[in-house]
């Protein structure tokens, strides 16, 4: 049974039917917040207690309500947690794992978000939408908004790879590139395309929809485990991923599946770590800093957070979380060490991993915690940045039998 009762406004606590075709409160422009009711989410908590490899659509109950016939669903979700057999060992840690979001439809974890919000708009009759995009998101509208048989609209990012941008338009969507000199103005841009053109946008928070499929990450991870981590590591661009799998938890503890909540920890490139600056300095709110075009982590590279990143200074502070800063080359490292776990991840989303070593390292996680770093997508949209971490092979042969005979005595692999 759906639990999905209604929007709350952040800011002045208006009620909005979740029928509306919203993005911000229409009294004050705050974010809107779904509210579930508890007791009926009680009645779909038998979900929990295993774990199958389905999609997002799995947990439909603790989503606003969509209708069968509007579901766009590419299998997105249900992805693999992959135990660490070298890097948490390697730091004293057994229980460090990968929620290999790699795997995903289009590549990246957007897609958990674009298949609900793409099916909400439709179920409630939105005929086209526009969203920004550093890259990945583009890719999942534009996937997404051609099944829906919706026109999207993408702007994004001039700093997103080349393969990005072209992965746009194979979708078939249409885009533009969207040039700037800091987040900020995006942010006012976006905020403007909702109050003056009447637009209705896909971004995380503007787009009330799209973070509420986040909450799978807790779902899935807790049915899996079946125990709440002690810690919880998320990229953080817009922070929708952080705030969704926070809300997910919560919601687990409100009707009493779990009895903890995990410690949630946003990760930065240091070159604009504005959330870390907040919780350092104790601010209420969040403001530019730094310059993005300085590290290599380009899907987090945002140096200002929306509406003054409130909810995600409140997540960390609440859950007793960390806001962590990682340079580019720990991010590279990062990247290495997954390849050697079997994972190919983009710089955003190895950043988790480069956070959970310094992390370790700083004596901030015990080894007997539980540790999952999300792992946010694949580097395949980022070739160049593989050519960069990882060199081509140096040894050359003609195909020929003496020739491999000496290579496997070079490599040391002659002898069974
Ligand atoms: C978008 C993106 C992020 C940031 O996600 P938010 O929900 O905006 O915080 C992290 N990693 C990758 C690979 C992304 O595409
Ligand atoms: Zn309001």
Known sequence: MNSAVCFVCDECNARIDLREQVNLCPKCGGLLETQYDYEIM??????????????????????????????????????????????GPSLGVENLYFKNDTLM??????????????????????????????????????????????PGIILVEYLASDTKKSMILL????????????FEQISRMLDEAVRELGCYLFVNFINPIRHEAM???AY???????????????????????????KGYNELFQIGVVDRLPHMVAVQPAAVCWLKQAIDHKMSEGR????????????????SPLHGGKRLIRCVRD?????LAVSDEEIIQAMRDLGQEGIVAEPAAAATVAAFKQARMAGKIKSNDTVVCVITG??????????????????????DAGELQALLRQFHMDKA
Do not use: C
């Open 171 to 182: 979708y078939g969507a249409k885009a533009a590139i969207l040039e700037y000199e800091n």
């Open 378 to 399: 694949t580097a395949f949209k980022q070739p160049d940045v593989v050519r960069r971490v990882a060199k081509l092979p140096e040894k050359v042969i003609r195909a």
């Open 220 to 246: 899935e991870i807790f049915s899996e485990l079946q125990r709440v981590p002690d810690y919880s590591f998320h990229p953080l661009g817009t922070g929708g991923g952080l705030w969704g799998t926070w």
């Open 105 to 150: 439809p289009t590549g990246s974890f957007k897609d958990r978000g674009y298949s609900l919000a793409v099916s909400y708009a439709k179920e409630i009759g939105v005929k086209r939408g526009l969203t920004y995009s550093s890259g990945n998101a583009g890719a999942s509208f534009s996937a997404y908004s051609a099944r829906a048989d919706f």
């Open 288 to 303: 530019m800093f730094g310059d993005s075009t300085q590290t290599i982590a380009q899907s987090i590279s945002g140096n």
């Open 319 to 323: 859950s007793g979380g960390l806001a």
């Open 215 to 217: 909450k799978t990450y």
């Open 42 to 87: 009680k009645l779909s908590a038998g979900l929990f207690r295993e774990y199958r490899r389905d999609s997002i659509w799995r947990y439909r109950d603790f989503f606003p309500e969509v209708s069968e016939k509007n579901i766009i669903s590419l299998g997105e979700g249900g992805t693999p947690l992959i135990k660490s057999l070298h890097i």
